[in-house]
Structures are given as C-alpha cells and as structure tokens.
C-alpha cells in the first residue's frame, strides 16, 4: 500500500534562510508526487509535481523538489523563504493511472522575523 | 484563473441531519473528488466521481454517504445522518482527466454536535 511521511510536523526558520520539508514515500509501483500548500483559511494549492524525466521538479514561489527514487524522497526545498511563505505543506502521491492522491501529515512552516 | 468553489464556507449542524456540501468543479472538467481533512490529521480520500457514476472509493465512504452532480456545474456531498466524527474540512477537487493536475477548492468546514 501507498504511504507518505512527512517527518517534520513543524519548521521554524528565520526569514531569508534556506528550507527543506522533508517528504518519503512508500510504493510498489510507480507513482506521481505532489507538494501542496495550505495557506491560512484557504484551499490545497498545487506547488509542484513530478509526473517524468528530470529528477529537479520546479514549482511557484520559488519552491522546488528533488525525485530521488532510490531513497523514495521528495524533498522540497526553498534557498531563501519569505514571510508570505508561512503555510502548511502536504507531500502527496498518486500511483500511476489511480484516482486518489495519497497524502502526508503536513508540515507547518513558521517564518520567523 | 478558473478555481473549483464550494459552499458554504462553514456548516454547524446537529447529529443526525442531513448536510449537503456543494461545490463547482472548474468548467472543462471531466473528474471530481471530495476529501476531508479531520482536525490535526491527514487530508483523506473519500470519492471519486467520472461520467455520472462513482469510479472509486474509500471505507470512509459508507452508506451514509453519496455523491451527485445534479446539472452541468454542480457536485454535491450529501451525508444522510450526520456523527460526531463527520466533523471536519471537506475539500471537493477536479481534474481534466485521471492522469491531470486535481485543482481544490478552498473547503467546507462541517462541525456535527
């Protein structure tokens, strides 16, 4: 069965520091991934996804995330947060040709001034 | 940018009432999901919807559960007799086709006392 750990329930980081959300997955086959942001009182927007090819995947906001198939992560990475970054980001994936999007517990990111 | 929209934004009902959370998938497209998140845990599969007719669903989706798109732009979640434990975000989502982006909407947040 599919599953997705978000190790970190919560990141403090100061304002224009580096991030990293940490994501892994588990699967049999192969799937697609997905980061979602949540921000305050909204919906699930999609950040980026990685469907095929190249292993960097690069999204909105400057946000990006590393497929890495070996260590099953995706990683999502930001060199340089802003206080609007403040969200909660959901790790998803999706086995190839199945309906539902499988995610993660969420990590709360706190930008710090 | 078209956005998949729900309604309302906040339910309060009584245990066992009937809820109906609406939502309006973006125009062009053919699939349509409904998630819930409990408060402090996952975003949760629950539906999926494909030409008039459930494609999937999860053990959450019971018998007190069911799904419809009425006309041509809505899709509505209908729970016959609500519990204590429906209690939380719905996220209704819809996507070109099975292998395309799912696009959310902002949520419906149920609270059954």
């Known amino acids: 069965a599919q599953s997705v750990t978000q190790l970190d329930s919560q990141v403090p980081v100061f304002e224009e520091a580096p991030v990293e959300l940490r994501c892994n997955y588990s699967?049999?086959?192969?799937?697609?991934l997905f980061w979602y942001v949540q921000y305050p009182n909204q919906g699930l927007q999609l950040l980026l996804k990685?469907?095929?090819?190249?292993?960097l995947v690069k999204g909105i906001n400057g946000f990006e995330a590393e497929f890495n198939k070996s260590q099953t992560s995706f990683h999502l990475r930001k060199p340089s947060v802003h206080i609007s970054d403040t969200a909660e980001y959901f790790c998803?994936?999706?086995?190839?040709?199945?309906?539902?999007?499988?995610f993660g517990k969420g990590t709360r990111l706190h930008i710090l001034p | 940018e078209p956005e998949v929209t729900q309604t309302p934004s906040h339910q309060v009902t009584q245990m066992g009432q009937e809820v109906i959370l609406r939502c309006v998938p973006i125009?062009?497209?053919?699939?349509f999901y409904w998630y819930r998140q409990i408060l402090g845990q996952k975003v949760e599969f629950l539906v999926s919807?494909?030409?008039?007719?459930?494609?999937?669903k999860s053990e959450i989706f019971d018998d007190q559960f069911s799904v419809e798109r009425p006309d041509g732009s809505n899709f509505t979640l209908k729970i016959r007799s609500t519990k204590l434990e429906d209690s939380a975000m719905y996220f209704c989502?819809?996507?070109?086709?099975?292998?395309?982006?799912?696009?959310f909407g902002p949520g419906t947040r149920l609270l059954v006392l």
């Open positions: 699967s049999s086959v192969s799937v697609y």
């Open positions: 125009s062009n497209h053919l699939y």
């Open positions: 919807f494909y030409n008039n007719e459930i494609s999937e």
């Open positions: 989502a819809s996507s070109l086709s099975v292998q395309e982006t799912q696009y």
């Open positions: 990685y469907l095929s090819g190249s292993t």
């Open positions: 998803a994936v999706r086995m190839n040709r199945d309906d539902k999007i499988i």
